[in-house]
């Protein structure tokens, strides 16, 4: 049996993917990696043939691919079932106009659909752009109209939340019960895989930076090797996984570990519908006999506490667990550990780096506290203010060796915002701060910057202030995130109110919701707090998010 110690804790005795970790860093090459990949034989590409089709072509057509699980609502798709409506949605698209190159976003919930609807789109060598399913008009309106999006997939629904006359190049919307019952020849089509070159784009993420609206990360087709490693050694997918993911694919750990990685190795996966609920995922673990479980710290500890309700399901399918998105608790480790027999592996990646760069691999010792190591073909760096590496142990800026096959294409039309995570020759720079122990395993410590990290989802404090202070009764507005038990920070708001206001539990409700609403659930802030004056820069007169926070953590501290 595996040990137990509060330091560390080794591996449950099986069969991996990946056994070798120490042996394999020195011979690894990613060509060797992904060489299954039918770019590695023609040069040629295309991410969503790889992703799906290839299974197809292999014979696995009859292959369980998903289930779909929605409140009393069951599901069930083959490969080949959902190579073939992928294929009609590819047909769809093509009839409407859509080109190599041309943005096309998904506003949908977590349905087959909408993982569909992205595999169509980048079928087709156009880019897909997937949104976050409760992104209000402002987020929906800002992201298309950054890199000019010229088709939305949507539902009549979500549609609700599209301001069409306020996205000039939006040309078409196509709701997915439309497409469904679209009649198309598809006689005539026998090259609907647009065949890529790996540099060309396929994939949009919309990220928080610290400053200015979000930034469109744009991926290649060539991530998709990075996706079809990790998918293998990561996440371990093997051929009787069922594989259960528990994001969105409109935030980057939905669709890369979602929806590519593990149909890249072909594993059965999960999708659920819904709000979380602990009684609903844990029956669908129960139900489904989930595997290989991908969720986040929040959420681990939202089911932490609610205690015994565990008691009431069979979660003994499970067999590897993982973690992603914000610092995970030894504490939820240690919880796991004790009420499911199994550990949490703790990964650390980010939307621009296209894949898992630090992670803990089922087959290694972990030490509950640390992200793990670096990635086969990663190189961590330590790094001072001046770029250079510091000693094994020191607190500096977490860094990449460049390249590697998922690091972003660029940052959709502004080359600046790119070239600032480039600062240090040879080196990515993620913003984070770490420090890496004489075994390899490195630990975070914060960020190195004002971005908020709420229940795993990056959240620009810029972007939640320009709403702010779109409110009639808001001046100025400084946003930061608030340390929080379960959700790790929340959003917390200090605002100036303009002459004319008072202060009223009723107003700072209204301001709340006019966030709410305009903007995302998520990014509303929890609290909002007002003051007579913020703190500024004397110079430029820049609101000092960072003596807020410390105002804010001195007050949590001497409570
Ligand atoms: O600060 C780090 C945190 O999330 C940031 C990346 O956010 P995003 O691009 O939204 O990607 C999230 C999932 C890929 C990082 O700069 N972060 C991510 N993973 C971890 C983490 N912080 C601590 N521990 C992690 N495992």
């Not at 594993?267 to 989930?290: P, S």
């Not at 710290?297 to 939202?302: C, K, L, S």
């Not at 720079?429 to 971005?451: C, I, K, N």
């Not at 430029?540 to 953590?553: F, T």
């Amino acid at each position: 049996m595996a040990v137990l110690e509060k330091e560390i804790i080794a591996s449950i005795p099986g069969t991996y993917n990946l056994e070798n970790y120490d042996e394999l860093r020195h011979t690894f090459s990613w060509d060797d990696a992904a060489k299954e990949l039918s770019f590695a034989k023609t040069g040629k590409l295309n991410a969503a043939y790889e992703t799906i089709d290839r299974h197809v072509d292999e014979g696995y057509g009859n292959k369980i691919a998903l289930h779909y699980v929605n409140g009393d609502e069951r599901r069930l798709l083959t490969y080949q079932a959902v190579k073939d409506k992928t294929d009609h949605y590819a047909r769809v698209l093509k009839s409407h106009g859509v080109k190599k190159g041309d943005r096309v976003f998904v506003f949908l919930p977590k349905t087959p659909e909408c993982y569909i609807s992205i595999l169509a789109i980048i079928k087709i060598g156009a880019i897909a752009g997937p949104l976050f399913e409760a992104f209000m008009e402002e987020a929906v309106k800002d992201r298309i109209n950054d890199c000019k999006g010229t088709v939305l997939i949507t539902d009549n629904e979500m549609v609700k939340r599209v301001p069409q006359k306020e996205i000039p190049s939006l040309h078409t919307i196509l709701d997915v019960e439309d497409i469904e019952n679209t009649i198309i020849d598809s006689k005539k089509d026998c090259d609907l895989v647009e065949w890529v070159d790996p540099e060309d784009g396929m994939l949009i993420h919309y990220t928080s930076g610290s400053t200015g609206k979000p930034k469109g990360v744009l991926h290649a087709h060539r991530v998709v090797s990075h996706h079809y490693v990790s998918g293998k050694w990561v996440l371990d997918v093997k051929d009787d996984d069922v594989y259960w993911c528990t994001s969105h694919p409109g935030w980057v750990t939905g669709s890369v570990y979602g929806l590519f990685a593990p149909w890249l190795n072909r594993a059965t996966i999960v999708i659920q519908g819904g709000r979380f609920k602990a009684e609903n995922w844990y029956q669908l673990i129960h139900e489904l006999k989930v595997t290989i479980w991908y969720s986040a710290p929040t959420a681990f500890r939202m089911l932490l506490s609610q205690g015994e309700v565990i008691k009431n399901y069979d979660l003994s399918s499970l067999r590897h667990v993982l973690s992603v998105g914000e610092p995970l608790n030894p504490e939820v480790i240690y919880w796991a550990w004790e009420q499911l027999g199994v550990r949490i592996h703790d990964t650390w990646w980010m939307t621009e780096t296209g894949g898992h760069l630090i992670v803990n691999l089922p087959a290694e010792t972990i030490k509950p506290g640390s992200m793990g190591r670096p990635f086969p073909g990663i190189t961590v760096g330590i790094l001072d203010e001046n770029g250079r590496e510091l000693p094994r142990g020191s607190v500096g800026q977490l860094a990449i060796r460049t390249p590697w096959p998922g690091l972003m294409k660029e940052i959709w039309g502004s080359k600046d915002r790119f070239d600032a995570y480039f600062k240090y020759e040879g080196w990515y720079v993620s913003g984070d701060l770490a420090y890496q122990d004489e075994d390899g395993y490195v630990f975070f410590q914060s960020r190195d910057d004002d971005m908020i990290n709420s229940a795993g989802e990056r959240i620009g404090p810029f972007e939640v202030e320009s709403k702010l202070i779109e409110h009639p009764a808001v001046a100025e507005a400084g946003v930061i995130g608030k340390p929080d038990p379960i959700r790790g920070e929340l959003v917390k708001a200090f605002i100036t109110l303009r002459p004319g206001f008072t202060e009223s539990k009723e107003l700072l409700e209204e301001i709340r919701v006019f966030v709410r609403n305009n903007l995302a659930a998520h990014a509303a802030p929890r609290e909002i707090e007002v003051l007579d004056e913020l703190p500024k820069t004397v110079i430029s007169g820049k609101i000092l998010r960072r003596q807020l926070k410390e105002l804010e953590i001195n007050r949590t501290k001497s409570n």
